[in-house]
Structure formats: structure tokens, C-alpha cells
């Protein structure tokens, strides 16, 4: 046998499929609303995964306009812990339980210092005290969000169902509808103050034994929530679209391109309005199911969301 066609066999044998990284956009005016983490795309029967993930970000930046100011100082940390369960080989349930911790956190220094490394801008961040929770918005002279406290608590938890609508060695894809509480205290921006629902399909294609293409696409329902009300928009679209490789059947690296439109309306604020997000990483297979990923997030579109997101997640699978 040839070593590439013998190679080709064992990631087959060992169902080296791909895995996106678990986070969204971590924009403190947007973690709330319930845009949809990544979906499993190809559902197995009787198959349960347990997943504790950390989304920890960090965002420093002063926004104006004509009519318009926000400075936005605060670092977050979201614990989410998820259950998911397949019945059947069609049918899946997945729950979301998120824990959010969001205040002056302690990563301003590292970050700089990572900056000045690599030759990157600081932005407003040489003008900013270090380490200070700070989030104000005002819209023609009138303060519409201020917050300054730290705060942690129950997120706003979510519920899912799953459909797989095609299965097949190089490709799957399924449908997913979940529904969001608002669990969360909104006013210490732990959660939204309303439920969202929404519909997303998710994909994966086997390229070869070496590279997997996965994407979601994600149709939100916003429900009217308490954090600039006037200003929400009842629907958002958000999805990604990322490439992994396997490098062998335990190590995998991966880039995912995450992006969403604008939740708000009647502003010109990069922060308020649509974002395209780079994450880039990789994921480590255990022994008897296990798995770790570990990946950082940068906002391509400068300042659309926060400076950087740290993604650290394990997960269990079970037969």
C-alpha cells in the first residue's frame, strides 16, 4: 500500500472530522443577544457531549461622531458550559449555560506589550487608565448606557434542537433552531433582558484527508431588549466560515472567519455595527474522547469588537 493512500485510511478509521472553534463575537453591547455559537454539523446517533469553554476578551477604545461619543474599557470572561445529546441520527438537543464575569479585568498591559511586539497600534489605549471598567454611551448629549461596576453572574441561558438533513463521509450538514432566555441581569450586562430566537444551518466537507472546510450561516431574531432599546435592530445575520488542518489524527490547526451585521441602528460607531473576526488555533485529541482547543480572536475590522479574545474549551464525548 502506498504510505499516502495507507495515511488517508487511518484518518478515515479514526473519523478525523472538523470542529469550529466555540465563540462568537464578545463585543459587550452584543453577548447578550444570542447570536449562536458554532453547531455540530454532523449529528451522531446516541451520541452526548459535555463542553466547558472560556471566552476571555479584552476592549479598549474611545468612538466619537457628530453626534455620538462611547468609550468602551472592560474585559470579560464567559464561562459556557453545554450538554448536547442525539437521540437518534437525525435528531439532537443541545443547552447552553453561560457564566459571565465583565469588569476592568488584567490583561491592558500584556496586550500593549504584545502590540509593541509585533509593530501593531494601541489605538486610544496609551490614553486609557489600565485595568478600569468603564462603559458609556451618549447620543446627543444624553447618556444612554454607563456602566462602571464589575459584575458576574448566570448568562442568558439557550436551548436547541437539531436536524440532520445530509450525512455522508465528505460532507454533512444540519438545521438548528434555538431559543435564548434572558436569564441574565441586563442591567450588569450579564445578559439582554429579552429572548431571541434563531435558525442557522451548519456545514462540513471533507476535502481530503489532510482538509476539512466547515461554515454556519445564522438567522437572529432579536427580542426588544433593555440595552439601547431605541436604537436595536430586530434582526441580525451572523455566520463563519473556516478551514482546518490535520496535521495527524490527534492535532489539528485551524484559521475560522466570523462576522455579523449591525444589531443597532442610527450610528456610526465601528463598535455598534457589523464586525468580522479572525480566529486562529488548533485542537489536540485525547485518548477515550477527549478533546482541547485553544485559539485567538483579532477583529479584522479594526475596532468592531473587542482587541482580542482568548478560546479555550474541553470536551467529553460519550457513545
Not at 453626534?67 to 437521540?87: G, M, N, P
Not at 437518534?88 to 511586539?117: C, M, N
Not at 454533512?172 to 450586562?189: M, R
Request: aromatic share 12%; glycine share 8%.
Amino acid at each position: 500500500m502506498k504510505p499516502s493512500v495507507g495515511l488517508a485510511a487511518i484518518f478515515l478509521l479514526c473519523k478525523v472530522h472538523a470542529a469550529p472553534f466555540p465563540t462568537t463575537d464578545q463585543n459587550p453591547f452584543l453577548t447578550g443577544f444570542g447570536l449562536p455559537k458554532p453547531y455540530t454539523a454532523r449529528i451522531a446517533a446516541h451520541d452526548t457531549a459535555i463542553a466547558t469553554t472560556l471566552n476571555w476578551s479584552n476592549v479598549e477604545l474611545a468612538q466619537q461622531s457628530a453626534s455620538e461619543f462611547l468609550i468602551a474599557d472592560a474585559e470579560s470572561q464567559e464561562w459556557r458550559f453545554a450538554v448536547e445529546h442525539a437521540w437518534t441520527d437525525k435528531f439532537a438537543v443541545r443547552l447552553d449555560v453561560p457564566y459571565r464575569k465583565i469588569g476592568g479585568g488584567s490583561l491592558d498591559h500584556f496586550i500593549e506589550q504584545w502590540h509593541s511586539l509585533f509593530g501593531m497600534p494601541n489605538g486610544k489605549r496609551d490614553l486609557l487608565p489600565r485595568d478600569v471598567y468603564r462603559i458609556d454611551y451618549e447620543r446627543n448629549g444624553s447618556t444612554l448606557a454607563s456602566f462602571d461596576e464589575s459584575a458576574s453572574g448566570l448568562g442568558d441561558v439557550a436551548l436547541a434542537m437539531g436536524y440532520q438533513m445530509v450525512a455522508s463521509k465528505e460532507a454533512a450538514l444540519s438545521l438548528w433552531g434555538s431559543l435564548k432566555f434572558p436569564t441574565g441581569d441586563s442591567g450588569k450586562l450579564l445578559g439582554s433582558g429579552a429572548y431571541s430566537a434563531a435558525l442557522g444551518i451548519a456545514q462540513e466537507y471533507i476535502l481530503s484527508h489532510r482538509w476539512s472546510l466547515i461554515g454556519q450561516v445564522n438567522g437572529v431574531y432579536l427580542g426588544r431588549g433593555d440595552l439601547l432599546s431605541s436604537q436595536q435592530r430586530n434582526y441580525v445575520i451572523s455566520g463563519f466560515v473556516g478551514v482546518e488542518y490535520h496535521y495527524s489524527a490527534a492535532l489539528s490547526l485551524a484559521l475560522q472567519l466570523d462576522a455579523h451585521s449591525a444589531a443597532f441602528n442610527d450610528t456610526s460607531l465601528d463598535l455598534l455595527g457589523s464586525a468580522w473576526i479572525l480566529t486562529f488555533g488548533g485542537e489536540y485529541r485525547f485518548a477515550k474522547d477527549w478533546r482541547a482547543q485553544l485559539g485567538v480572536s483579532e477583529d479584522v475590522k479594526v475596532d468592531a469588537s473587542p482587541d482580542v479574545t482568548f478560546v479555550m474549551s474541553v470536551t467529553k464525548s460519550w457513545k
